[in-house]
């Protein structure tokens, strides 16, 4: 293999108009500048010379490129108004926009949704807006869903229930209710609806003939005296059932109102009952919660042949410038005929109880008067004055009663006292407290008369149940006593 290699020329000569002398590359002869091959190899020494002029222009300095000229400089131009407009309208819209999704996300929330919902269920309106329903048989419609609104609307407590009920789990207790996703607003944001499932009540009654409504409209006649209908799917709510009838010679009617939840059967039997009503005194009677009279002297009232109904129930409830007492409501049953229903007041205190714990009392405050001392002061059982007061010796009547055994004590015109207490009579109180009126006969024996004087005062005091309280010696306790009331006032001659 031959490498080519550059031609080695030899220094010039003196002599004038000489040439260079160089080597052939291949075999190093001597050639001359004009030769054209070797005259020794024949090797070809322009081929050689070409490859060495281009090597040597190769490695000669370019010149450089001329720079571009320099382009003119475009005038900035203002923004005209059309596109001012254009883009500020922009803005406004993409600001717009966010805010629109924002709100958005917020009121069309689970929870805000939901409280829409609870606040039109109360106040009837928007109801179909709020409520769906899956099932085929109960289509919604403002009129169908007014017993819903009647029943929430008197009963907020159960209302609350049935939202805390929504939230947490998604579905009421009973079933009644769901709520649930049902489709999207805008393409943007969940729809939440409650999802009402219907129930079907079946109505029976007594006697052919008989018609049965639904809050006032006829839904069913009676064709035998067994007589029993299931009733179209309905919306769970406060319904108003009634069945007319003729029974021998008496036209009868039962009706009432029903909180219609489950697919259950609801009695409309005509036929009448008497009862005996045993409660306190002064009580207001109510049916169904309807005042129908006053309990007697005796606590006795009597209700006699009254047309009977599936949920019956009687209560009492006694008024006083203490407040308003009630007792539970009592469900009357067809069997209850001629029976006696009890009313009574939780924890009321019963005269005889009352009359001791007053004489125990003022056992006491007749001792403190007597000797003085605070260690006295104590009934036949040695329990302590103050153990009959709420909140003990921090009660305003307790330290009034102190202060009056003790002024006796000191009283020099006094010889002796005397105190006879009488309980007159019992009444319900608010909260569970009894009314105890009872009167408190003062007879002063006094120095150097020879007659006692003798007044007698009239109290109402307000007495509460303490059998749980592990910090006194009493199962009742006196919470407040009214001002006296003077009865009498006289002088009983010894002679």
């Not at 291949?26 to 090597?55: I, M, R, W």
């Not at 004590?409 to 009444?427: C, E, F, R, W």
């Amino acid at each position: 293999m031959f490498m080519h290699q550059t031609p080695y020329f030899s220094p010039a000569t003196d002599q004038a108009g000489g040439h260079p002398t160089r080597f052939c590359p291949h075999c190093g002869h001597p050639v001359s500048a004009t030769d054209a091959f070797c005259q020794n190899c024949g090797y070809n020494l322009k081929t050689e010379q070409a490859a060495a002029d281009q090597v040597a222009q190769d490695q000669a300095p370019k010149p450089k490129a001329p720079a571009p000229a320099p382009q003119p400089r475009r005038p900035h131009r203002p923004w005209t108004k059309r596109r001012k407009l254009l883009w500020g309208l922009g803005g406004v819209v993409a600001v717009a926009l966010i805010a629109g999704i924002a709100w958005g996300q917020h009121y069309y929330s689970k929870e805000a949704t939901l409280n829409r919902a609870i606040a039109d269920i109360r106040s009837g309106r928007h109801l179909t807006r709020e409520l769906t329903s899956s099932s085929t048989d109960l289509k919604l419609t403002t009129t169908n869903l007014i017993p819903l609104n009647r029943y929430y609307r008197a009963h907020s407590r159960a209302l609350n229930q049935l939202q805390a009920q929504l939230l947490s789990s998604g579905s009421s207790q009973d079933g009644n209710f769901t709520y649930r996703e049902t489709g999207r607003h805008w393409l943007l944001f969940p729809k939440y609806q409650i999802s009402v499932s219907p129930v079907y009540p079946t109505v029976t009654t007594n006697h052919r003939g008989t018609v049965i409504s639904l809050d006032h409209q006829t839904v069913a006649t009676a064709t035998s005296n067994d007589y029993r209908k299931k009733l179209t799917a309905l919306v769970p709510g406060e319904y108003h059932l009634q069945a007319s009838g003729k029974v021998g010679s008496h036209q009868l009617t039962n009706s009432s109102d029903y909180h219609i939840t489950r697919n259950q059967a609801y009695d409309l039997d005509l036929t009448t009952v008497s009862v005996t009503v045993n409660t306190a005194s002064g009580s207001a009677i109510l049916l169904n919660g309807k005042k129908i009279g006053t309990a007697d002297g005796n606590g006795t009232y009597v209700l006699k042949d009254e047309p009977w109904s599936d949920n019956m129930t009687l209560s009492a409830q006694y008024v006083s410038s203490a407040g308003t007492a009630k007792t539970r409501s009592v469900t009357v049953a067809k069997h209850d005929n001629g029976t006696t229903v009890n009313l009574d007041y939780p924890d009321l205190i019963d005269s005889g109880t009352a009359d001791d714990f007053f004489s125990d009392l003022f056992t006491a405050v007749q001792n403190l008067a007597d000797n003085g001392d605070m260690g006295d002061a104590t009934d036949d059982d040695g329990d302590p004055m103050s153990d009959f007061f709420e909140n003990g010796e921090s009660n305003a009547d307790f330290a009034e009663l102190k202060q009056m055994a003790k002024g006796y004590y000191h009283d020099d015109h006094l010889d002796a006292i005397g105190m006879d207490t009488d309980v007159k009579s019992v009444a319900p109180g608010p909260n569970g407290t009894s009314l105890v009126t009872y009167t408190v006969k003062y007879d002063f024996g006094l120095t150097d008369e020879d007659y006692d004087h003798i007044q007698t005062f009239q109290y109402t005091a307000t007495v509460k149940d303490s059998s749980s309280n592990d910090d006194t010696s009493q199962i009742n306790q006196v919470v407040k006593i009214s001002p006296a009331q003077k009865l009498n006032d006289y002088h009983d001659d010894d002679d």
